[in-house]
C-alpha cells in the first residue's frame, strides 16, 4: 500500500521585501512560535547590511545564500560491514535549508551582540566569500572531492 502523498506548502512571501526566501529564513530563525521577534531579527539584520554596505540587501543577501549553499554534500552508505561516505548532489530545496542552517548556526556562535548584528555580520561575510557559514561548505566540498572514489555506490 502507498503511503498518502505529500503536498508542497507554497511559503507566502514577507510583507517587507515580498521575497520568499526571506519569509523561509524568518520561519527558521523563529523560536518557540515567536514569529514578530524573528522577523524583528531578520529585517534588522538586513536593515544593518544596507547601513553598513550602503548597497541593496537583498542583492547581498541573495548573494550571500548561493555563496553558501553546497552542491554536493555526503551520505552514509553501508557496503558489506563498512560505512562509506557517498558524495551526492543535493537537490535545490535542501541547498536551501542546508544554507539556512548553516548561516544561523554561525551567526549563533558569535558572542557578545545581538542576533540582528551577528546575522548581519555573517551574511556581509558571505557576500563576500568569507566567514564560517562559507567555511563549513568548502569543508563539505572537500570532503565530497576526498570521498569522490566512492561515488560509484551512489543510489
Known amino acids: 500500500m502507498r503511503k498518502k502523498q505529500k ?7 514577507d510583507h517587507l521585501y515580498n521575497n520568499p526566501v526571506v519569509a ?9 512560535g ?15 547590511v544596507k547601513e553598513t554596505s550602503k548597497k541593496d540587501p537583498m542583492e547581498l543577501f541573495d548573494a550571500a ?3 553558501i549553499s553546497p552542491l554536493v554534500e555526503l551520505k552514509s552508505k553501508r557496503i ?11 537537490r535545490g530545496e535542501r541547498r536551501l535549508a542546508l544554507a539556512f ?8 556562535a558569535k558572542k557578545g551582540k545581538p542576533m540582528a548584528d551577528k546575522l548581519a555580520e555573517e551574511i556581509l561575510l558571505a557576500a563576500k566569500n568569507e566567514g564560517a ?3 563549513k561548505k ?11 572514489a566512492f561515488a560509484h555506490f551512489s543510489w
Do not use: S
Not at 568548502?138 to 569522490?148: C, G, L, P, Q
Open 7 to 13: 503536498y508542497k506548502r507554497e511559503i507566502e512571501p
Open 24 to 32: 523561509k529564513l524568518i520561519n527558521i530563525v523563529m523560536i518557540g
Open 34 to 48: 515567536k514569529k514578530t521577534t524573528a522577523e524583528r531579527v531578520v529585517y534588522g539584520a538586513l536593515e544593518n
Open 65 to 67: 545564500i548561493r555563496n
Open 80 to 90: 558489506g560491514g563498512a560505512n562509506y561516505q557517498v558524495p551526492r548532489e543535493v
Open 101 to 108: 542552517r548553516w548561516l544561523i548556526t554561525a551567526a549563533h
Open 133 to 135: 557559514a562559507v567555511k
Open 138 to 148: 568548502m569543508d563539505t566540498h572537500r570532503m565530497a572531492e576526498a570521498n569522490k
